[in-house]
């Protein structure tokens, strides 16, 4: 019964989280993008999938079927996070570079990666003794907004090298990487904050119970 509950919490949060991503995303509102002023803006999107993997996998365990359903509950939310970045693309595009995310090589393919890697890094931070989730949180969430930015402007490179180039005015990929660095920390950092909260919220809470069940075992 026990790891059945377990099985339908970690398929709940995944089926919450997918649902988040198409709603983050739904034109005209885009409430994913956040805008800094007329020509800068941030999206926190990809949040949803760092929280996939960090709520399904907040198991101090060794347990490898717990790892994995983390990292299959993440590679889940990117999938769909790509799939509806693809669809967005291809039915209302905004900016120019959008019609390249038709390519599921440029949509799909990084946001699953960000998934392996928010898992592999939330993994093995929490393989350190005494380690607080809340920190694990900042460092995985901020960490992998990054590497999420590579990945998707890397993509553009490989897949689209050329219409990329004439767009940014014939700067590679180094260069526009340095452009959107400033854009890419404030992504990092609004991602750590917002998961540090989440995750920080569910340990409280988690701790309150635990303590409420024992205090329940001791009076029975």
């Known amino acids: 019964m026990e790891k059945m509950l377990s099985r339908n919490r970690r398929l709940a949060l995944t089926g919450a989280f997918s649902a988040l991503v198409v709603v983050l995303g739904l034109p005209p509102m885009h409430l994913g993008m956040i805008p800094l002023g007329p020509n800068a803006s941030i999206t926190i999107m990809h949040i949803p999938v760092l929280l996939a993997v960090m709520l399904t996998g907040m198991y101090k365990t060794k347990s490898t079927k717990v790892g ?10 990117g999938a769909v996070f790509g799939i509806f970045s693809l669809i967005l693309a291809a039915i209302s595009p905004t900016g120019a570079l959008d019609p390249l995310f ?4 440029v949509s799909v393919l990084p946001r699953i990666l ?11 931070l929490n393989l350190i003794p005494h ?15 990054l590497v999420h930015t590579c990945l998707v402007i890397g993509s553009l490179y490989i897949f689209a090298g050329a219409k990329v180039m004439g767009a940014m005015g014939g700067r590679g990929f180094a260069a526009v990487m340095v452009l959107l660095m400033p854009n890419a920390l404030i992504e ?3 991602a750590a904050v917002v998961c540090a909260a989440v995750v920080g919220s569910v340990t409280v809470a988690s701790g309150k119970k635990s303590k409420l ?8």
């Open 188 to 190: 990092a950092a609004a």
């Open 114 to 124: 960000l998934g392996v890697f928010a898992w592999i890094l939330w993994f093995v």
């Open 213 to 220: 069940s024992q205090e329940t075992e001791k009076k029975s």
């Open 102 to 105: 038709v390519n599921p090589g």
């Open 68 to 77: 994995i359903s983390a990292l299959i509950s993440g590679v889940t939310v």
């Open 131 to 145: 380690m607080p989730e809340t920190l694990s949180a900042v460092i995985t969430a901020f960490l992998s907004t």
